[in-house]
């Protein structure tokens, strides 16, 4: 291995670099996900540095209560194999050794995740649709709800007290953020003045993703997912992340035609964190949680 490699934290505008190399892992990142990963963590995104370039990287953002997520873990097709990658790897773990560590990583990679000490917990699965905003309306799904609402800055501290069922910290910095996010579409459900659900879209390299989709009921679910869905251009890829352990989100999956892409494990290093799955219809990221 070259002695000039070393390890660094990036800076905003090279994690514009770390995307692009997502991008070409076919990961499909959020156009402005720069805006909202950068403000969760700003030192929670590391490069591999060879020869004055960068080479690799990795996001390790830390939250409170010692969580910490990991994702982004990329080195450049041609610099695999040497090492560089298990450097910067050991190198973040190292960093969070009293964390509860999570990620979602490729099913093939589980055992040498488990290596390091990673537990499975279970399984996502990315699902792809398209938007067609002329037929999915309520006239034909009498039983969607219509008294939706668009986020407004005055109910963000409803939506972090709200996210705390699905989360195993407080992320209110990221969650600011993230609804305020450039070009996402944010659209909440109260049920007598509290939150019973809400979902964000953000464009991205290809299509839309939705995420977070929570909700307290299915039909909850499905009446901000079709109002998501309206809120894009007609005949556009929508993803949608899914616990496989959601049997209401996998029905919804296949209601609206979507396929399977892929899926992940989630896994952690210590406890599974007690978060409501059942009530989680779209898992935020596959890089932050």
Same mark, same amino acid.
């Given at each position: @291995?070259?002695n000039?490699?070393?390890?660094?934290s990036?800076s905003? $505008?090279?994690l514009?670099?770390?995307?692009?190399?997502a991008e070409?892992?076919?990961?499909n990142?959020?156009?402005?996900?720069y805006?909202?990963?950068?403000?969760?963590?700003n @030192?929670?995104f590391?490069? +591999?540095?060879?020869n004055?370039q960068?080479?690799a990287?990795?996001s390790i953002?830390?939250?409170p209560d010692?969580?910490?997520?990991l994702?982004f873990?990329i080195? &450049?097709?041609e610099f695999?194999?040497?090492? %560089?990658g298990?450097q910067?790897?050991?190198?973040?773990?190292k960093?969070? !050794? &009293?964390?509860?560590?999570a990620?979602?990583?490729? /099913?093939?990679q589980?055992?040498?995740?488990?290596k390091?000490?990673?537990?499975?917990a279970?399984s996502?699965?990315?699902y792809?649709?398209?938007?067609? *905003?002329?037929?999915?309306?309520?006239?034909?799904?009498?039983q969607?709800l219509?008294?939706?609402?668009h986020?407004k800055?005055? /109910?963000?501290?409803?939506?972090?007290?709200y996210d705390?069922?699905?989360?195993? *910290?407080?992320?209110?910095i990221?969650?600011k953020a993230?609804?305020?996010q *450039?070009?996402?579409k944010v659209?909440?459900q109260?049920?007598?003045g509290?939150?019973?659900?809400?979902?964000? /879209?953000?464009p991205c390299?290809?299509? %839309? &993703? /939705?995420?977070?989709l929570f909700?307290?009921s299915?039909?909850i679910g499905?009446?901000?997912?079709v !109002?998501?869905i309206?809120?894009?251009?007609n005949? $556009?890829?929508c993803?949608l992340d899914?616990?496989?352990?959601?049997?209401?989100?996998?029905?919804?999956?296949?209601?609206?035609?979507?396929i &399977?892409?892929?899926?992940t494990?989630r896994m952690?290093t210590?406890?599974e964190?007690?978060i409501s799955?059942?009530?989680?219809f779209?898992?935020t990221t596959?890089?932050l +949680?």
């Open positions: @291995m070259d000039k490699y070393y390890i660094r990036c905003q $505008k090279e514009h670099t770390i995307l692009k190399w070409l892992e076919d990961w990142p959020g156009l402005y996900d805006e909202s990963f950068y403000a969760a963590d @030192m929670g590391l490069l +591999g540095i060879l004055n960068p080479i990287c990795i953002v830390k939250y010692n969580f910490s997520f994702g873990y080195v &450049k097709p695999r194999g040497q090492g %560089y298990f910067l790897w050991q190198h973040a773990i960093q969070l !050794s &009293k964390y509860n560590i990620l979602d990583g490729v /099913i093939e589980q055992n040498n995740y488990k390091s000490g990673f537990k499975f279970y996502n699965i990315r792809q649709g398209i938007s067609k *905003t002329n037929t999915i309306n309520t006239e034909n799904s009498p969607l219509t008294d939706l609402l986020y800055p005055n /109910i963000v501290n409803e939506i972090i007290s705390k069922d699905f989360f195993p *910290t407080d992320r209110r990221f969650l993230w609804l305020n *450039t070009k996402s659209i909440i109260l049920e007598k509290k939150i019973s659900g809400y979902g964000v /879209i953000r390299i290809s299509g %839309y &993703k /939705i995420g977070p909700a307290n299915p039909n499905e009446s901000i997912y !109002s998501l309206n809120q894009v251009e005949n $556009k890829k993803y899914i616990p496989e352990t959601n049997a209401d989100a996998l029905t919804l999956a296949k209601k609206y035609n979507m &399977k892409v892929f899926e494990a952690y210590l406890n964190p007690e799955s059942s009530r989680t779209g898992v596959f890089e +949680g």
